[in-house]
């Protein structure tokens, strides 16, 4: 059985974007709201149109008085001595290193981040932060301001779009996915202070040629997501609901930050 007849089998009623747009409506969404949308297509069951169904119904609810933005990491542009799923022969390091194509902003695909996300990516008018592991896709009034800078280093704290994120008041919409895959909970981890340090690797376009740069980071514990997630739910509004087939949750970006630092501090796995 093919993975679309096993969606269409547990599906109870097609999902449309008429359905989604009253949905997401019901949930609290609203034009000019500012969110950052994480997503797995699949837990709708059946939609109508696919994952574009899903993007406009987004963009048609929020319109561009508002901002949507999503991930668009592609964590597959790096060091390949960090690949583990799967790895490859340490014979081969250099010559990846080598000749590794460069992050671009429009033909770097998403790595990992679902078919929504990678919709949403190719839009004419949505826009790309510059990062080759961790860039971030935006449409809308604030998308401009979401982009237009993000370091190379710390690349999800204080100079990432996350911390604009923050600072403009968003709110985090989880479709289908779960805490583990809340990148807000990064800037968390940096403003907490006590991550370890490490050093990773990309290549990037730098004065117009392509260099193999390394930068510095933090070992971030994505595994810790849930656990802090579950504690989060229990003193913050957190929106949960359910669309076709979909677990939904809807809660604020700051507050999930402020909380997340105290946990982090807490924890002792750093």
Same mark, same amino acid.
């Given at each position: ?202 290549? $990037? ?6 260099? &193999?740069?390394?930068? +510095?980071?933090?070992? =971030?514990?994505? %595994?810790? /997501? ?16 359910? $669309? ?6 809807? &809660?604020?970006?700051? +507050?999930?930050?402020? =909380?997340?630092? %105290?946990? /982090? ?6």
């Amino acid at each position: 059985m093919s993975r679309l007849e096993e969606i269409i089998n547990k599906s109870n009623d097609v999902v449309t974007k008429s359905f989604l747009v009253k949905e997401f409506k019901r949930i609290g969404l609203k034009a000019g709201d500012k969110i950052l949308v994480h997503s797995k297509l699949s837990s709708f069951g059946f939609v109508c149109g696919g994952e574009r169904t899903v993007v406009e119904a987004l963009m048609e609810v929020i319109t561009k008085e508002g901002t949507i933005s999503m991930p668009a990491h592609s964590g597959d542009i790096c060091d390949p001595i960090f690949w583990g799923n799967p790895p490859v022969p340490k014979e081969w390091f250099e010559k990846i290193r080598a000749e590794m194509p460069a992050f671009d902003r429009e033909n770097t695909k998403t790595y990992g981040m679902g078919l929504i996300a990678e919709n949403f990516r190719t839009r004419l008018d949505v826009l790309r932060s510059y990062h080759p592991t961790v860039s971030f896709t935006s449409w809308g009034k604030e998308a401009e301001e979401i982009t237009k800078e993000h370091t190379l280093e710390n690349s999800l704290g204080e100079g990432s779009p996350l911390r604009k994120m923050y600072d403009l008041d968003f709110k985090i919409l989880l479709l289908g996915v779960d805490y583990d895959v809340n990148t807000m909970f990064h800037l968390s981890e940096y403003r907490a202070g006590n991550a370890k340090k490490t050093i990773n690797a990309s290549p $990037i376009i730098e004065n117009g040629e392509r260099v &193999f740069k390394s930068y +510095e980071d933090i070992e =971030f514990k994505t %595994e810790l /997501f849930m656990f802090a997630g579950e504690d989060f739910e229990e003193k913050y509004n957190v929106v949960k609901d359910k $669309i076709g087939l979909s677990n939904i949750k809807l &809660f604020s970006a700051r +507050e999930c930050v402020d =909380f997340g630092v %105290e946990y /982090f501090k807490n924890v002792n796995i750093y």
